[in-house]
T-cell receptor, first 112, second 116 residues
Framework: AQRVTQPEKLLSVFKGAPVELKCNYS??????LFWYVQYSRQRLQLLLR??SRESIKGFTADLNKGETSFHLKKPFAQEEDSAMYYC??????????????FGTGTQLKVEL | DAGVIQSPRHEVTEMGQEVTLRCKPI?????LFWYRQTMMRGLELLIY????????DSGMPEDRFSAKMPNASFSTLKIQPSEPRDSAVYFC??????????????FGNGTRLTVT
């Protein structure tokens, strides 16, 4: 069965400091991984997906199949990055389609 | 586009009462998901519909929970009878295709349920 682990419930950093939000996964198939973000009083929304190899708002995430990890990184944290971050794994459903399995989330707090 | 619309935003009810949560997906999206969010367990998938048909309901905690999607623009999640441990935020999400990496999930604002 698929599983996503985010070991940190809360991560507090100072503005300008590097950020790394950890995510590890367990899945027997070829993984499709995502990061979703929930800013205060806003909806959960897609931040980035590994297949796109994109950088969004300065964030990047590299899939490491050997370590089964998909950590989210940003070299210099900004105050507006404070939010709840969820790592998610897409798996194929036998009935068709995909579903997303989420980790428990990490609350990022950027302090001045 | 108003996005995924959920109602009510907040629901407070007493143990034993029936609770009905509602969701209107984005027009044209053919996949709909119900998630439950708690501090302890994060976001858990309860049930997934594709073209109004339930595909995977393995996440539904027990028989007290049921979900329907009578048409492409409306879904309900019902809890009967409700219990205090059902207190959580319930999210509805929709996507425009079966391949999630091409069609990311769009979430509603959620319904915060409190059962006393």
């Amino acid at each position: 069965a698929q599983r996503v682990t985010q070991p940190e419930k809360l991560l507090s950093v100072f503005k300008g400091a590097p950020v790394e939000l950890k995510c590890n996964y367990s899945y027997s198939g070829s993984p499709e991984l995502f990061w979703y973000v929930q800013y205060s009083r806003q909806r959960l929304q897609l931040l980035l997906r590994h297949i796109s190899r994109e950088s969004i708002k300065g964030f990047t995430a590299d899939l490491n199949k050997g370590e089964t990890s998909f950590h989210l990184k940003k070299p210099f944290a900004q105050e507006e990055d404070s939010a709840m971050y969820y790592c998610a794994l897409s798996s194929i459903l036998t009935g068709g389609g995909n579903k997303l399995t989420f980790g428990t989330g990490t609350q990022l707090k950027v302090e001045l | 586009d108003a996005g995924v619309i959920q109602s009510p935003r907040h629901e407070v009810t007493e143990m034993g009462q029936e609770v009905t949560l509602r969701c209107k997906p984005i027009s044209g999206h053919n996949s709909l998901f119900w998630y439950r969010q708690t501090m302890m367990r994060g976001l858990e998938l309860l049930i997934y519909f594709n073209n109004n048909v339930p595909i995977d309901d393995s996440g539904m905690p027990e028989d007290r929970f049921s979900a329907k999607m009578p048409n492409a623009s409306f879904s309900t999640l019902k809890i009967q009878p409700s219990e205090p441990r059902d207190s959580a935020v319930y999210f509805c999400a929709s996507s425009g295709g079966t391949a999630i990496y091409n069609s990311p999930l769009h979430f509603g604002n959620g319904t915060r349920l409190t059962v006393t």
